[in-house]
């Protein structure tokens, strides 16, 4: 099952590393990670996404506590949440019919199209991981050159906030 | 406030971190913090011949005083040899600090001579670690490296100093933090009440109990809490390779050591048991067999300090973390009080039982191997000597392998922090320099170190640091010209096939290469001549007594569990075995 946890560590040099490390070494899967310093620049956000059962997961935050940078963990999947993803993604646009198509398709998934050249389109798209999946699939005959995603951010649903 | 340079500050804040000794090995990068140490008298260090067993001669001195041992090596090689001896301190919870030099800050990354990401290299088996970038942030870095090492689940914690970092040159205000605080680092002490209550009635209502008690008890310095508790509720307890002497060894509720190598009763009574109750223990492989099969009919209790050690290998149905010393007196107090008891007659069943498994097939009630004769000398029965001649008070370290296994079998420990072994990475070299570490902490206790010929050569070189502090440990080396365990695996699963296993004729005459060391050295090949020459080594107080023992080169360790099954599946020896 996948889950989305979040971190807030201590933002100093090492702490990532740590995180990552973690991972690897006691074998557990990264599918996504995010991680930027938040308004309190002594403290980064970071947001990852992996898969496993609930044994697995339990483990995951507990180890993720243990480590001394560590201020705060919390698996989103066990209540409301709000979870999103940034693509950019460069597409072949030469022909008029499918420049046409690519633009209604972006308005369709409430995208922008954010640079333009004569033979390319460069799309940004936010949202869940399942809805920046959908648009890979819609456009993906028309030639897609490169895909940037920045993987998962999460927050919490209603007044509950993940703060020291 | 007082101006210090960086390399000074490294040694004032040891200082004032309450440090006396230091394990180490001087080498460029550390020059300057050498250089610090070398005028000032506070701070003791003690010249190794390899970087990992000063590492190793720290924990030996942090696990038989419970002070946090201290090292310092140099960068690039100084600090990779340190590696072992810092993952064996981290798989046994040992609280250290291991300080290394650095290239200075504008070599850092460019391939500079004995340069190695020390940071990176020991991040998987560190409790923590710094690299410290300023002269004006050491003291506070090693306040917190001792705080950290120390508190909660202990472990050694990495502080890296680049060279410049130190200059004597530079000189800074020196400030040692009275307190440290840690908003991302705060270990829990005392168990959630709601949880502790449950585990005590649950305890209270059991018919088979068994006290399950590890590592955790000797590192926690709860061995008396423990002790109260088993007698007040009067149910067996056993101990994990870890935890032996944290219950007395000689004790009549005491079932002996479980495990892979544990004895017949212990293994047995935790599979019957309807409440095992874990205390600083954490269900490591080595202990449960296989975990599909682990104590069917039992209710867990787990006490750790650690969250991540509960419900990780086994699920623990009343999880309480907190530290044993908190917890079990808090526990002992609630039994008191509480309305109802044991059940009497359901206990006394229970020990009935026990007691008969005990004379059936206990390694304590008969001897259940070959008893010596000649010049077939039984290791088993070197133990014994050694326990005997010794009168069951020295402080016995190990090296790995079979002697490790005879000597926790038979070398009844009746005090925590009297048996010195690397358990959870099970690193051979660790005896003798760790055996060092403990006779300096305790000069007038007889320190012995078991090992094997295999062992002791992965440290050997360390007799000479023996001479130059004067450190008069004992060491008995179960010479069967094997490596003894992988013989005895090959013996079992390798139809004999001693694939890389015997010296031959390689080994070197240990009794000569002691007196080159300037110790003595004694060669025993007969078993009438042990006990004697024994005798004679223990009454050497000042000096260092190699006694290279010869003994039964086919003899294996049993119990032994069988692979795959439960914990009570058990080999009880040889001819059942083969």
Sequence with gaps: ????????????????????????????????????????????????????????????????????????????????????????VKIKATENDVRRELKSCVEIFRGHIIDVTASSYTVQLAGDSEKLDAFIEAVRDMGIMEVVRSGVSGISRGDKFLRV | ?????????????LKDAGIKYVWGYPGGAALHIYDALYRQEDVHHLLVRHEQAAV??????SRSTGEVGTALVTSGPGATNAITGIATAFMDSIPMVVISGQVPLSKIGQDAFQETDMVGVSRPIVKHSFLVTRAEDIAETIAKAYYIAATGRPGPVVVDIPKDVTDPDHKVPYHYPAEIK??????????????IKRAVQTLLDAKRPVLYTGGGVVIDNASEHLIALARELNYPVTNTLMGLGAYPGTDRQYLGMLGMHGTYEANTAMHHADVIFAIGARFDDRVTNDLEKFCPHATIIHIDVDPTSVSKNIEAHIPIVGTCSSVLPEMLALIKQADSSPDADAIAEWWQQIDQWRADKGIYTASRYEESSGNCIKPQDVIKMLYKVTNGEAIVTSDVGQHQMFAAQYYLFDKPRTWINSGGLGTMGFGLPAA??????????????????GSIQ???????????????????????????????????????????????DSLPDFVKLAEAYGHVGMKITHIDELEEKMRECFAMKDRVVFMDIYVDRAEHVYPMQMPGGSMRDLWLNKTERT
């Design chain 2, 56 to 61: 190793h001669a720290a924990d030996g001195y």
């Design chain 2, 182 to 195: 840690m908003r991302s680092y705060q270990p829990t002490d005392k168990g959630h009440r709601g949880q």
């Design chain 2, 436 to 453: 060092m570490g403990c006779k300096l902490a305790f000069p007038d206790t007889d320190v012995a170190c078991v090992t094997g010929e």
């Design chain 2, 458 to 504: 992965m440290c050997i070189q360390e007799l000479s640091t023996c001479s130059q502090h004067n450190l008069p440990v004992k060491i008995i080396n179960l010479n069967n010209a094997a490596l003894g365990m992988v013989r005895q695996w090959q013996d079992m699963n390798y139809s004999s096939r001693y694939s890389e296993s015997l010296y031959e």
């Design chain 1, 1 to 88: 099952m996948k889950r989305i946890v979040s971190i807030l560590l201590e933002n100093e040099s090492g702490a990532l590393s740590r995180v990552v490390g973690l991972f690897a070494q006691r074998g557990y899967n990264i599918d996504t990670l995010t991680v930027a310093p938040t308004d309190d620049d002594t403290l980064s956000r970071l947001t990852l996404t992996t898969q496993g059962d609930d044994k697995m997961v339990e483990q995951i935050v507990k180890q993720l506590h243990k480590l001394i940078d560590t201020i705060k963990v919390v698996d989103l999947t066990d209540g409301p949440h709000i979870e999103r993803e940034l693509m950019l």
């Design chain 2, 1 to 13: 406030m007082e101006l210090l340079s960086g390399g000074e500050i490294v040694i004032r804040a």
